[in-house]
Nanobody, 115 residues
Framework: QVQLVESGGGLVQAGGSLRLSCLAS????????MGWYRQAPGKQRELVAG???????NYADSVKGRFTISRHNAKNTAYLQMNNLKPEDTAVYYC?????????WGQGTQVTVSS
């Protein structure tokens, strides 16, 4: 069983920055693919960014050039650096881990961007 705890959300003005963190329990973190997803009110949950165990990354087109996903295996933590935030980035952001067909989700952290 893996537990994921997100932190770092909050209220920020458009153009500002936030860094989200996802702390994972367990000893297999370095083998997991990690991802950040978001869900805005009335919309489906969507992938924001992902990072594999080897460090390969992918991003949604809407966040390319503004968001950066990273991981620190020794700290069992994945990060999402969000710069130049826009009101349309407002959503609950969820951390997800994936390892050999097993998926875990965090509880989510709210990000609100005011115009």
């Amino acid at each position: 069983q893996v537990q994921l705890v997100e932190s770092g959300g909050g209220l920020v003005q458009a153009g500002g920055s936030l860094r989200l963190s996802c702390l994972a329990s367990g000893s297999m973190f370095s083998f997991n693919s990690m991802g950040w997803y978001r869900q805005a009110p009335g919309k489906q949950r969507e992938l924001v960014a992902g990072i594999t165990s080897s460090g390969s990354t992918n991003y949604a087109d809407s966040v390319k050039g503004r968001f950066t996903i990273s991981r620190h295996n020794a700290k069992n933590t994945a990060y999402l650096q969000m710069n130049n935030l826009k009101p349309e980035d407002t959503a609950v952001y969820y951390c997800r881990s994936y390892y050999i067909g097993t998926i875990y989700w965090g509880q989510g952290t709210q990000v609100t961007v005011s115009s």
